[in-house]
């Protein structure tokens, strides 16, 4: 027997859609109209946009290098955050939080207040963007209540749509995370032991004043030195590699410049101390530093047989964190 044919109505006809395509399921027909599955047709592309990777999703934030910081290598801190349209009613205070407790994207207090955490996965490639989600899902959300994880619009605003641009960004380190609950010292049961565990885990950390974006943070075995610098990389490897042939790339006696750290699409220089050096001992070494560094940037000659050395010496131990 021949095959019966599905009669072609009118609205069972593919017809093209003028306008934005809304999101269906993988496996349904496109809205377009193609006939195809959307997976396969403009799904393809929302899953490409979603998933490309932006290399500095901070840039043009306040502090950028802070922001990095407290993503990667700060265990505890917080940062109050001002919103370009103000606080919403109910909304007395934003917050960024390195991490929150149970990995929470986000937290709305009982009083209203809203945590948002750093250190968590990100739904695409677009940390800003994934973050903004978060932060505005957190702004509304009831008191009293966590934020849940969850792919963002892949146009949704991003955290530089949101926050003032020109507020200042000044994170404070703690060196627990007491900043959780609103009284610690009152915590029981399950909390205070979770509470009790990431105390112990955090490493001893400290933010310099005197430059942006240094962090000194204390090991059982010695103190190290991580320093964020927003100068693009290959003229910052370039300066250091001088600096390091010319002898002049530690930070005093028993310090040593050992490697960095790319994330987030910056450059973090890494210095090994002595255990008895205090991030207080650093302050002055590293502004120092970083006139030594301004000039080594402003150089233009080809590096030397020596310096090329020194050069592939620090890129043949640099990490990259994301």
């Not at 109209?33 to 396969?40: F, I, L, M, P, T």
């Not at 937290?107 to 963007?129: K, M, P, Y």
């Not at 703690?174 to 032991?193: Q, S």
Request: charged share 25%; proline share 7%.
């Amino acid at each position: 027997m021949a095959k019966k044919r599905r009669p072609q109505t009118k609205a069972g006809t593919p017809q093209r859609v003028d306008g934005e395509i809304p999101v269906v399921g993988a496996r349904e027909p496109c809205p377009c109209g193609s006939g195809r599955r959307y997976k396969a047709c403009h799904g393809r592309a929302a899953a490409q946009a979603a998933t490309e990777l932006v290399q500095r999703p901070f840039e043009g934030l306040p502090g950028e290098a802070d922001w990095v910081a407290l993503r990667e290598l700060v265990p505890a801190a917080t940062v109050e955050l001002t919103l370009k349209d103000g606080l919403p009613e109910g909304v007395p205070a934003v917050r960024l939080a390195t991490v929150l407790p149970m990995a929470w994207p986000a937290l709305r207090r009982d009083d209203g207040e809203v945590l948002l955490g750093l250190q968590n996965d990100t739904a695409s490639g677009d940390l800003s963007r994934d973050l903004a989600d978060v932060l505005t899902r957190a702004l509304e959300a009831d008191p009293g209540t966590p934020v849940s994880a969850a792919r963002g619009a892949t146009d949704g605003p991003r955290l530089q749509d949101l926050l003032d641009d020109e507020a200042p960004f000044v994170p404070q380190v703690h060196t627990g995370f007491e900043f959780w609950i609103d009284d610690a010292e009152k915590a029981t049961g399950e909390v205070a032991a979770s509470l009790e565990r990431a105390n112990a885990a955090a490493i001893p950390t400290a933010r310099l004043s005197g430059v942006e974006g240094a962090y000194w943070c204390e090991t059982p075995d010695k103190n190290h030195l991580r320093w964020v610098m927003g100068h693009p990389e290959e003229e910052l490897l370039d300066a250091l590699a001088r600096l390091h042939a010319a002898g002049t790339s530690s930070l005093g006696t028993d310090t040593r410049l050992v490697g960095s750290f790319r994330a987030h699409g910056l450059t973090v220089p890494v210095w090994d101390l002595p255990s008895a050096m205090t991030a207080e001992d650093c302050e002055k070494p590293t502004e120092e530093f970083a006139e030594r560094l301004a000039v080594a940037l402003k150089a233009t000659e080809p590096l030397t047989a020596q310096e090329r050395k020194a050069r592939s010496g620090l890129t043949n131990r640099q990490v990259t964190l994301s």
